[in-house]
């Protein structure tokens, strides 16, 4: 059983947030015992152009003071995305955080300029063999990794599995982990406008009366659900082992490395930070979780969740919490530590 640590925080003072993630952090410091090196990279989310959910720079702001108090070397560090936007080069990526307000601390895109440079890390597991980790994540030995929890078209939720198994992955990494997704059309509701043909990176997806997928081309980035603007695609879950290839990705990312997660449950929305629109909240805010067990933080941020709204929300992402209990990275067995 993992201890995972819990201020109660319903507000929307951001500023505050940012002074209870770092109580947090120091109750993890504490009784963990834990040792900082010289670097210390702060794996976040810089939130797609036009999202306005993402948590905000300022929600950092006291970690990263903390951090360099005590004669740590902190950086943002984070990975380009699969699909084409904001954050799919460096150079757009880094644009983007910076206006965001992510301008504290200098920003480490991990796997390149187009995101093809990682180390292979094996692991040999049930669907995975060697996973595909950004370079720059072998230069460190700790992270800090910072996560909103929110909803997530294929993952279920995305928390700090998914800021593992995504969030570490190079462009190929990524591609492992949709491989064997194709979404399907609905004749019925398809108005054939094209959106999804503009939107798919891959020339997958084709107009021929109704909106058509090549399988054999389709990585399932899931880029035509989100702009589809009837609702006309939708993911088929049968076969992909997505969700237990994203636990294996995260088991990968976190190999022989040591680190403190902190999640916050502000802004929960029904989709991914990735999502280039503005959403709006469909639970209350909660508060704020951290322990050193991804598995088990994760766990209690959906508990957490469905308790608090009565809905089984994002039921399917508990797929991957069973499959990192098996594979090792953490348990879904947790003592939780509400901090005053």
């Not at 819990?6 to 504490?30: M, P, Q, W």
Request: aromatic share 8%.
């Amino acid at each position: 059983m993992s201890k995972i640590y819990f201020i109660r925080n319903s507000g929307t003072d951001y500023e505050e947030l940012g002074k209870e993630a770092l109580k947090l952090l120091g109750k993890v410091v504490d009784e963990t015992r834990h040792e900082f090196e010289k670097e210390v990279p702060i794996k976040v989310h810089f939130g797609e152009k036009g999202n306005k959910t993402f948590i905000p720079a300022i929600c950092y702001e006291e970690t990263i003071k903390y951090l360099t108090k005590n004669g740590v070397s902190p950086s943002y560090i984070e990975t380009n995305v699969l699909y084409r936007g904001s954050r799919t080069t460096t150079e757009s990526h880094i644009q983007t955080a910076r206006s965001h307000g992510f301008t504290q601390l200098p920003i480490v895109i991990a796997d390149g300029d187009v995101g093809t440079e990682y180390n292979e890390i094996e692991i040999n597991k049930d669907y995975i063999d060697k996973c595909k980790i950004g370079k720059a994540y072998g230069n460190y030995k700790q992270f800090i990794v910072m996560s909103h929890f929110k909803g997530h078209i294929e993952a279920g939720f995305g928390g700090a599995i998914k800021q593992l198994g995504m969030g570490f992955a190079a462009r190929g990494g990524k591609l492992a982990q949709h491989s064997g997704i194709s979404p399907v059309v609905s004749e019925k509701k398809c108005i054939a406008c094209g959106l999804c043909v503009d939107k798919c990176d891959f020339d997958a997806i084709s107009i021929d009366g109704t909106a058509v997928i090549d399988d054999n081309k389709c990585v399932g980035c899931a880029g035509c659900i989100a702009v589809c603007p009837v609702g006309a695609i939708r993911n088929t879950w049968g076969g992909s082992n997505f969700l237990e290839k994203l636990a294996e990705y995260a088991y990968g990312a976190a190999k022989d490395k040591d680190i403190i997660y902190i999640t916050f449950l502000h802004n929960i929305t029904s989709d991914c930070d990735c999502m280039g629109k503005e959403m709006h909240p469909i639970a209350k805010n909660i508060g704020i979780l951290a322990g050193k067990d991804p598995v088990a933080l994760d766990t209690a941020c959906l508990d957490l969740v469905q308790k608090d709204s009565g809905e089984k929300l994002f039921e399917n992402g508990r797929v991957s919490l069973k499959h990192a209990e098996k594979i090792g990275l953490g348990t879904m067995q947790y003592q939780l530590v509400e901090i005053q």
